[in-house]
Structures are given as structure tokens and as C-alpha cells.
């Protein structure tokens, strides 16, 4: 009997997906309007997070961006710049937990309190595990994951009103096996996500949205050429 329901319940929902999902085809949501929020984005110097920066420029979002690379960033603040957008751009090393509280800090005064945050800073080591250096393990988990979490220390995701935590996945060329580091980092950081997931959920917080992206198969520079 049990089974029976299970089953009546599991076609029900199929159907009503598939329903939902035509309606949503003829008649699309309304897309949240991010004008005048303030954008923080990590490892926003080059590949996806300078992306992510032009695409919020674009929609006149004001954007408080972070990287290693000075130049990269800069850059990336130029041409969101050219776009219309308010820019402040920070040297920040995300491997260092004090250098972004410091820079949350200064933020927060200077700038204000950051309603969209994107995780986007990730690094990765271009050799198989037993080519892996100790110091490049620590600074993959330190960057890829460890980061998600000193930039939470400052920005509470219950106050912000998406956390996005971009995955740049490491594609090796074909004669190299990928990274059980850098791998593990990133899997941490989706175990991360379903679990802030599971706990707004759990304290009513509905009004707040995660999202987690694992693009695969984007060629950042990390890695050249990248292939599976």
C-alpha cells in the first residue's frame, strides 16, 4: 500500500513539474531587478569573476570587487567602469583569513553593507597528486573553501541576499589525471553550499537565495587548452 502511494504521490509530481515547467515556458518569470544592490565579488581579476562583474555592471548594480592581482582588477573595475557602473576595487589575498576581514571591515564602513555576495576566488595546481606540493594542497582548500567561510564571518549569507559560490573545476590536459586536492576542495565547497541551504531552510530564512555554479569546461587561464 505504502509502495502504491509512493507511486501516486512521485506521478503526481512529475506531472505537475512537467505543468509548471510548460507554463514557465510561454509565460518566463519575472527576473529580479539587482540595479543599485551592492556586488561584492571574489577573484574578480580575470575569467568568470571578471565576467560576473561586467554582467552586474550591466545592470547597473554598484560593485565592490576583490582579487589578488592588482592589475587584474583594476582592469576588471575599468571596464565595469565603462559600463555605467560604481566601482571600488581591493587587493585581497583570499587564502588569508585576516586580509579579508580587514577588507570586510573597510567595506562595510566605507561602502556599506553588501546585499550580493559571489564567492567566486578558486585556485588550482596543474600536476597530478603526488606532484601536488604540501604549501599548494593547504592554499587550494585555503582559497577554494576556506575562503567561503572567513568571507561569511563578515557577511553573514543571512544578510545577504544571494551567496553564490562559483566552482572553477580543474581540467587537466590528457596525460594527467585531475586533482584529488583541487577536486576536494570543490566538492567541500558544494557540501558547504547544501548545508547553508538546508539551514535557512530550516530557520525560515526565505527570502534568501544560495546558488552554487560548477561550470566545468571554461578556460580561465588557470590551465590552458582545458580538456577532460
Known sequence: MNAL?????????????????LVKLFVPARRKSVSGELVLITGAGHGVGRATALEFARRQSQLVLWDINKHGVEETAAECERL??????????CSK??????????????????????????VI????????????????????????????????PYGCVLLGVNLELAFLPSHLC???????????????????????STLGKDGIKTTCLCPVFINTGFVKNPST
Not at 555605467?84 to 589575498?93: C, E, H, I, L, S
Not at 585531475?178 to 535557512?200: D, M, N, Q, R, W
Request: with cysteine.
Open 125 to 156: 595546481t596543474a600536476a597530478d597528486l603526488l606532484s601536488t606540493q604540501d604549501h599548494q594542497i593547504e592554499r587550494m582548500f585555503e582559497v577554494n573553501i576556506l575562503a567561503h567561510i572567513w568571507v561569511r564571518g563578515h557577511y553573514h
Open 178 to 200: 585531475i586533482l584529488p586536492p583541487c577536486s576536494s576542495s570543490k566538492f567541500a565547497a558544494v557540501g558547504f553550499h547544501k548545508a547553508l541551504t538546508e539551514e535557512l
Open 97 to 122: 583569513r585576516e586580509e579579508i576581514y580587514r577588507a570586510a571591515e573597510k567595506v562595510q564602513k566605507e561602502i556599506g553593507d553588501v546585499s550580493i555576495l559571489v564567492n567566486n576566488a578558486g
Open 84 to 93: 555605467g557602473a560604481t566601482v571600488q576595487a581591493f587587493v585581497v589575498d
Open 5 to 21: 502511494w509512493d507511486l501516486l504521490v512521485f506521478l503526481a509530481a512529475l506531472v505537475y513539474g512537467y505543468l509548471e515547467a
